[in-house]
């Protein structure tokens, strides 16, 4: 396969799909032509997703499964590696409710939390980066959190699984660049989403709410969802083929880390 000259892949997954910045991924991608597959693990963001295939008139397949449960990956990972024409890129979006402290969590919730976010993430772009290697082109794009660089209190799972993503981003990108494929991360700061308005209470209590309002922000407002795919577009596009196992923050200098 040579290398696309259109902006967007003609084919996309997405995993984690339903929320603020997946739908407006699948959104831009479908307007753009793109065939989208998308996943989700709730009524709601299947309603979501469907809503706005219907509105593109875009070409929308939508998977349910529940990224926490190993078992339900499998038949999604076995269409990777045996179907004819695999998606062109991946964005892994998912997420889990990963706020409060680390000691309010079961095993079962702990090691679910980081299957949502990590594994399902890295087991999803092996399997996909494998058939992308042997056509010679694609793009793998990870979704940390600013957590993951600059903890805050009460959110201990959350910045464990994020800091997990970058390793991951790490690990992954030198295993196919040479046929083509790169991996690569974004991370967005506080984002205006469903996402964050859920952390509302875990950032209250961390002294931290007026990061949910935007207040303490350095551009006077959030960054937006729209913001965030307009980086991850690059990333998915043929422009970006010298980025490579790079994590380009989005948080209009929200974020303090060098």
């Known amino acids: 396969m040579t290398a696309p000259t259109r902006v967007w892949p003609e084919s996309l997954l997405v995993s984690g799909a339903s929320g603020s910045i997946g739908?407006?991924?699948?959104?831009?991608?479908l307007s753009a032509g793109t065939r989208v597959v998308a996943t989700t693990s709730s009524e709601t963001g299947r309603a979501r997703l469907d809503t706005l295939g219907a509105i593109t008139g875009g070409d929308l397949t939508v998977v349910d499964v529940d990224l926490s449960r190993p078992q339900e990956l499998d038949p999604l990972l076995a269409d990777l590696r045996s179907r004819p024409d695999p998606p062109h890129a991946f964005v892994a979006l998912s997420s889990g409710a990963s706020g409060g402290p680390l000691e309010e969590k079961s095993y079962e919730e702990l090691a679910g939390?980081?299957?949502?976010k990590v594994w399902s993430a890295g087991l999803i772009a092996s399997a996909l980066g494998e058939r992308l290697a042997l056509s010679g082109w694609g793009r793998i794009v990870l979704v940390t959190g600013i957590t993951g660089r600059e903890p805050i209190d009460g959110y201990a799972v959350?910045?464990?699984?994020?800091?997990?993503m970058r390793t991951l981003t790490k690990s992954l990108s030198r295993r196919w660049a040479e046929a083509g494929v790169t991996v690569n991360a974004v991370c967005p700061g506080p984002v205006e989403s469903d996402r964050l308005r859920a952390l509302a209470p875990v950032l209250d209590q961390a002294g931290e709410k007026e990061v949910s309002?935007?207040?303490?922000?350095?551009?006077g407002r959030l960054v937006t969802a729209a913001e965030v795919v307009a980086v991850v577009r690059f990333l998915l596009g043929p422009s970006s083929s010298g980025v490579n196992g790079a994590e380009v923050v989005v948080d209009g200098g929200f974020g303090r880390a060098v």
């Open 23 to 29: 739908a407006a991924l699948v959104e831009e991608a």
């Open 113 to 116: 939390l980081l299957h949502t």
């Open 158 to 164: 959350g910045a464990a699984a994020n800091a997990a």
């Open 213 to 219: 309002l935007g207040r303490t922000h350095p551009l």
